[in-house]
DNA sequence: CTAATTTGTAAACCGCCATGACGAAATAGT
DNA sequence: ACTATTTCGTCATGGCGGTTTACAAATTAG
C-alpha cells in the first residue's frame, strides 16, 4: 500500500524486509524517537496519543531508549491541566552525533549537530579548492573532521556517521563523485580518502542544501523544488518528504534543461542550457565583471548600488531560471519553488523577472516561490542532519553501537589516527 | 473503503499508521499475495523463502488467503527435485475484479481483469464525446460498467473497484476532473456521476497507461518517464515503483513545457510549449491535413506511404519531444522513456530526431528510448489493474468485503439498479 | 528397498503490544 | 481542608503472530 522513497524506502511490499516482530519494534523506537525530536519535551502519555500506541507500550520503548542514551527524562512538567503531570522527556544532547562536511570550491567546512538539531563544534578552513587533486583536499578536510570529532567528544559526543557534500555529480553509491566541474574532479571514489573508521556518505551540495530545507525550513512542504547555484546551478527534487535521486543519481540538473534550443553551446553538449543564461559565469560575462573570488557578493553589492548591467543580468538570469522552471513545475507540480545557496542572496534582482516568467507561462495560479533563509550554509547543515535523521529513523541500529562507542572507542580510533 | 491508487511513498517513521501485530499480518498477507501473483504458481516452501518467513507463518498466511478466495491451491507440483513436492498455489480466478473504465473522446471503454490479470469482460462504445456534457457520458459509461459487472459476475467475480481513466487533469482527490479540454469538461465531479455503490477512482489517462506500463510491461524498471499524447501531451512519471503525482495532482503536464520561449502561443498562457509542435492538432496543421476522427491512422499511413508533408512533420515533432525530453531527463534522470499511446503508432517517423536530439544534448549516454507495446489499450488497462493491485496491496480488506459481497450483493445492487 | 531431501503441519515457545487495574500526583469543587 | 476527578506511569495478564522444533508424507538417489 506504500511505497518508497528517501534512502531506506521499503520497496513495493512484493519485496520488502520480511516483516517480523523486530522489525515492528525497530520502526517503534524510530516512532517514538521522531515524535519527541519533531514536537519538543513531550510526556510517555503524549507520544503514545500520538502515535497511537498505549503508554504501557510506549513506556517500554522509552525505557529502552533513554537506556540506550537517545531520550533524556527532564523531570515532571508543570501544567494548568488537571491530572498527574507527566514527566517530560527530550532528546538527548549527549550521545552520537552527525558530522556533516562541506568540500566548497574555494573552503571546507565541518560540523558536529547532535540529535536535538544543535551545532555543537565546526571548523572552516578557506582556501581555493579548484584544480586541486582530490587527495590532498580529502587529507585537510579529514584533520578537520579529527578535530571537530574531538571537540565533540569533549561535550559527550560520539560521531555516528559522515556526510560529506561536494559541488558535483555523485553516484548512488553515496562515495564515487562522478563529475565535480568546479573542481576539476571526475570518477572518485571519495570514500576511500576519508576517514574509514567513519563510514562516509557522500551526495551533491544541492542536495543536501534541499535537504537543509525540508527539516530546518520554517514552512517547507513535504514536496518541493530547491534551486541552489554555486558555479553550475542544481536542483534537491524533494518529493513527499524524500530526495527523488535518478536511476544513477543525477536528477536534478535543472542547469542543462534547455532554454534557448539554438542558444549557446554548452559543455554538457548542448545548446542553450539554463546554465548558459544563469549560471555564475554567464552572469558576469553578461554584468562585465571579471570571474574572482566573492563574486557573488560582488553582483549583490553592484545591484544593490544600482549598477544597470548588473540589473539587467541578473534580470535577464531571473527569466531563464523562470522558463526553466517552468517546465519543472509543469512536470512536477511542486507545491513550492524555493531559491537557496547563492541564488538566495540575489533573489531581490532575480525574482521579479523569475516570477513574472512563472506566472506568464502558466494557466491556474503559479506555483509560489521562496527564498531560503539558511543561504550558504544549507549544504553542511543537510550534511550533518541526514546523520542525525539516520539516527532517528534506526534508534536500534545506533543503541547497538552505542555500547562499543559509549566508551569512546570510536572517538579513540579517529583521534590516534591524527 | 477506498481503493487507494498507488501512492507515491510512505511518510517518514514519525507519521506511519501505529505499527501493530494486525498491520504486521496485513503486510504478510499482502507479500504473500504480491509474490504468488508475480512469481506464477508457487509451494508454500518456495513463497516462505522468497519473503523470508518461516513455512509455518506462510501456512497460516495462505490457509487465511485461500479462505477468503484470494488464493487456490492447484494440486501437488511435478518436479524433476528430490524431495517432498510442494502444493501449487495461484491467484485465484475468480473472487474480486478490478473494473476498469475509459473516458476517451470517440469511444468509452469499460472491462473487467481478474487477480490474475485477466480480461474477463468488455465493453466498447464508440461515438464523439467531445463537447458533450458530462451527465449523459456517464450514464452510459455506467451502464456499460454495469453489462462488464452482470458478465463478470457469470464468471463468479464481483467488483472490488472501479477505476475511469479521462483525458484531462484529475485533483488528488480523485474524483473531481478539473479540466479536459477534449472534452470540454471542467471542475467536474465524476464521483458524484458514477454508480455509487461502486466507490470509483478517477486519474489521468497518462497515468494510467505508465502505470499498465510498469505493471505489465516486460522489461519496464521502476524508474521511467512514459509519455502519451491523445491531443494533449501527458506524461507518467514513476518513480521507484510508484506514480509522482504532485500537490495538486497535475505531475506530467509534459506538453506545456517550454521548447521555444518564444514560440506560438499556448491555450495554458505560455509561449512555444511542446504541445504547439507536437500536439496532434499542430503536426497535422504542419502535415498539411485536416483534423478528424483516426487523425492518428491516418498520419501513420501517410507517413509509411512516403507522404514527405507528413514525415517532416512527425520529424520536427520528435526534435520538440527531443528538446522537452532532455529538460525531464535532467530533472528525474529515469532510467528509461516510454513513448505510450499515440505515440506509439508513429514511432518510427518521431524517434529518429526525437533520440538525436536527446543525444546531443547529454554528455554522457543518453537515455534510452523505448515503445509501448500495449497502446492504445494501456490507460484501460492500467485502470482496472489499479484496482487488483490495489487488493494485492491489502488482502485482508477485502477479505472483510468478501463475506458480504459473495452472496452477490454488490452484483445485485448494481444489477437493480440497472 | 533404504537413505537423503524437501514439503507441510502441529506443538511449544518467545516477543510485542493491548487490556485492565492500580498507585501517584495534580486540579476542581464543596 | 477534604474529597472527587482526572491524568500519568507501571504492572500483571492475555492475545496474537512468527519462530523453533519435531515429525509424517512424498519424492529422488543409490
Redesign the pocket.
Known sequence: MTAPLHEAHPAGPGRAL?????G??RR?LARVMHTVSAEGPL????V??RI??????V?????ELIRSGLLEELG?ER???????????AVSGRGPAGIGAEVGVDHLAVCAVDLRGEIRARAVRHGVNRGRSPEPVLAELTALVRQVVAEADAEGLWPAGLAVAVPGLVARDGRTVVRAPNLDWHDTDLGALLPAELPPTVDNEANFGGLAELWLGETTPRDFLHVSAEIGIGAAVVVDGGLLRGTRGFAGELGHVPVRPDGPECACGGRGCLEQYAGEEAVLRAAGLEPGTDRVGLLANRAADGDEAVRRALHDAGTALGIALTGAVNLLDPQLVVLGGALSGLAPWLLPSLEAELARRTAGPPCPVSVSLLGPEGPLLGAAHSVVRAVLDDPAAVAERAGATATGRTVDIVAEQA
Open positions: 520480511p516483516d517480523t516482530q523486530q515492528m519494534r517503534n510526556s510517555r502519555a503524549a503514545a496519543s497511537g500506541l498505549t503508554r504501557a507500550a513506556s517500554t520503548l522509552v525505557d515532571p501544567p494548568g491541566r488537571v491530572g498527574r503531570p507527566g514527566s517530560a522527556l
